[in-house]
């Protein structure tokens, strides 16, 4: 390759397995030439300057490439920094020193630690939790309080409150109000706050059932799968995505969750983790089946890489329930139909069960609803059921 041929300096005898991290990692031919070629301009500006490999970090990283883009055009530091990266991967360079810790960070990382041991509670939990609590101490930092968590009042707390809940929906107004009364709760045992304050956090106005489901038609689940290029890797893995999410009933996290051991092929059955990573069995149709085939030939062997969906683009990692819902919406715009979320494709397989005369019990089942009531939404969707079981108005002709 081009830029291993040029004498590379003191990171010579790193050429080879930098060259097979960034194959390994997923990165083309052409990013793997260019890194290389890369990699021989820091060499030789560190054996120009007398500097040793562990000198490396990234304020000298940063200083080749200001002076790179001084004396010849523009470096894509892009190129640059995953060789800082794999050097410290390889202890050829001192771990980046680790950010200063302020009061309210040192404070955050407390927090989450009662969260996570004390509680118990979920990583997504947990890290909704902790972001709202450093929103809500960084904003009450000053001087004299550099923890954000002297003088709490009722009052503060309730304006705070306003000032979130204006701008987020009802159902995340209601978590903020969780949010905020664990927090002050957490501060409570602390002896950093007042024990009543929780208690002077208001509820938010949230009544049960009071919504009908919303899941895009049949007709335009099928626009969207028809969208996807099945011919090409992205489109392979976005397809078989949507399959899972649209036959199965699938949530965004269970499809990120989804690894090569929880495919039986031979009993036809796949293993989800669902909620509280909860495993249950579901059969595997016979498209859904294909779609995973098609997708795992494009995917390729992954030596170490359990997880069937991984991005696209280098460095390759595992798919993350952003990632799955981003396929969705990127499906949309593609189908130009009008954009759904992910769990509205839950909701259209609910939807079609009902219409098809399966029973509150069956759709439950294949949802995996821990109480019938959470079925029971759909129950609504069904107007024509309805309207049989509708008492007439009084004094209306029938």
Known sequence: MSGSR?????????????????????YSTSVVIRSLVTLGHLGRWLERDALAVDQLGDERVGAFLAEYRRDRGA???????????????QGAVAPEPPPAVTPVEQLVDEYREWLCGERGLAASTVRGSVRFARRFMTARVCPGDL??????????????????????????????TYWLRSLLRYLAVRGLADPGLADAVPRVARWRATTIPQFPTRLDIDRVLAACPRDEPTGARDYAVLLMLARLGLR???VARLRLGDLDWRAGEITVDGKAHRRDQLPLPADVGEALVAHLKHRGRRPGEPHVFLTVHAPTRPLDPSGVRTIVRNACRRAQVERVAAHRLRHALASDLLREG????????????????????????????????????????R
């Open 147 to 176: 923890r954000g968590v002297h003088g709490i009042t009722a009052a503060e707390v309730n304006e705070f409150l306003l000032r979130e809940c204006a701008r987020v929906s009802t159902g995340t107004a209601g978590r903020c």
């Open 358 to 397: 399966a029973s509150m019990i069956d759709i439950s089942q294949v949802l995996r609803h821990n109480q019938l009531e959470s079925t029971a939404i759909y129950a609504k969707v069904d107007l024509a059921r309805l309207r049989l079981a509708a008492c007439p108005w009084p004094g209306e002709n």
């Open 75 to 89: 470096l894509p530091a892009a190129s640059v920094w995953p060789v800082l990266e794999y050097l410290r991967a």
């Open 6 to 26: 040029r004498n590379p300096g003191p990171l010579g005898p790193f050429v080879d397995g930098y060259r097979a991290w960034l194959v390994e990692r997923g």
């Open 252 to 254: 965004a996290v269970e």
